[in-house]
């Protein structure tokens, strides 16, 4: 979902991946192998350059999208698969695997006002779902006016931008605006790609935010990364506490901690209206998959390591890439979730308390 707003970052990391292709060849059985979503890859780019500096233990990651990745693992072809849409409980069963979350982004709405400062102004979910289903159509709209006292709000055509292709940004988005929404949910719905009733779109959310720069009147959605890098005017969005917050990694990271991760089956939990005051309603996480039975418990072993050092490691490397590490409380339950379920073929546990990386 989120590959195209870090653009100029990710392509810093071409050398580190090129290094992770040819050391794999030299290095092959101290070689971990994993393969999925766009979203996780740079910043599992750089934690395996870290790794492999620290340890020995190279990472080869295959970027080709969420689908290819389910499809890797369910084929056994690489040690774990990557996707940014969770896979429900009875798939996980299924299947034999074991699903985890690793790193969040968050989604924000743009608007392009002149006058409005980013984080003035103020909207509410369902707002933000009458603007897409072209119900409201003015920025000087009662509802809208009514949520921004004082503000100066023109009688401008709203233009509500969208994205052109499937995504997964999209699917977070709709899946918030579904949630906060029946008739959105109706009409609309939830998907990497639906029907939108009006507006313009735009590939990518280099689309999304050039549509929005250009075009006076314009509301659009991009993650939090790409909006922060190109100084565009980001809204607040009223949560399911009732408070209005601005889009930064404390509220992404309060809608992952406020979320009810223990009672989530398989870790299958979308972030979008979580509960709590802090939290930013539209946000999302990534997540890994790998197999409860393992026939190589030893290379099992290693890709847990491996992200094990990430959740304790790897804080400052997500942060300067804009990515939102997850909280102690939820890697806490992940790796109760790894010492209960992923076992050798003598039923034995793949990874112990012994082995967290402190």
């Not at 429900?88 to 969040?104: H, T």
Request: aromatic share 10%; charged share 20%.
């Amino acid at each position: 979902m989120f590959l195209t707003s870090r653009s100029l970052k990710r392509a810093a990391l071409a050398g580190a991946v090129a290094f992770g292709l040819t050391t794999s060849l030299a290095h092959a059985a101290r070689t971990i192998t994993g393969a999925g979503a766009t979203f996780p890859y740079p910043i599992y780019a750089k934690w395996a350059e870290a790794y492999k500096t620290k340890t020995g233990i190279g990472m080869n990651y295959q970027s080709i999208g969420s689908g290819g990745g389910i499809k890797q693992i369910k084929s056994n072809t690489v040690d774990f698969g990557a996707s940014d849409k969770p896979l429900s409980i009875e798939e996980l069963n299924e299947s034999g695997l074991v699903q985890f979350p690793m790193v969040m982004g968050g989604v924000v709405p743009v608007v392009n006002l002149p006058g409005i400062k980013s984080g003035e102004l103020k909207l509410t979910g369902s707002v933000v779902a009458d603007i897409y289903l072209g119900k409201i159509t003015v920025w000087n709209d009662p509802a809208i006016a009514k949520l921004n006292p004082g503000v100066d709000l023109p009688e401008q055509k709203i233009i509500a931008v969208s994205r052109a292709d499937g995504s997964g940004t999209t699917f977070i988005f709709t899946h918030y605006l579904s949630k906060v929404s029946t008739e959105f949910k109706e009409k609309i719905g939830n998907n990497t790609s639906v029907s939108w009733p009006s507006g313009v779109g735009g590939k990518g959310n280099e689309g999304v935010a050039s549509y929005v720069q250009r075009l006076k009147g314009a509301i659009g959605y991009v993650e939090y990364a790409y909006a922060l890098q190109n100084k565009m005017t980001a809204t607040q969005l009223q949560n399911q506490a009732g408070k209005f917050v601005k889009p930064d990694s404390e509220s992404f990271q309060a809608a992952a901690a406020n979320a009810d991760w223990a009672k989530a089956p398989g870790f299958n939990l979308m972030l979008t209206d979580q509960p709590g005051e802090k939290s930013w309603p539209i946000t999302g996480a990534t997540f890994i998959l790998v197999y409860k039975k393992q026939e190589n418990p030893e290379t099992a072993r290693e890709v847990l390591k491996f992200f094990d050092w990430a959740y304790h490691h790897g804080d400052k490397l997500a942060d300067a890439l804009d990515y939102v590490p997850m909280p102690a409380s939820v890697v806490k339950l992940v790796q109760e979730a790894w010492k209960n379920e992923i076992k050798d073929g003598s039923a034995k546990p793949v990874w112990t308390d012994a082995m967290v990386k402190k």
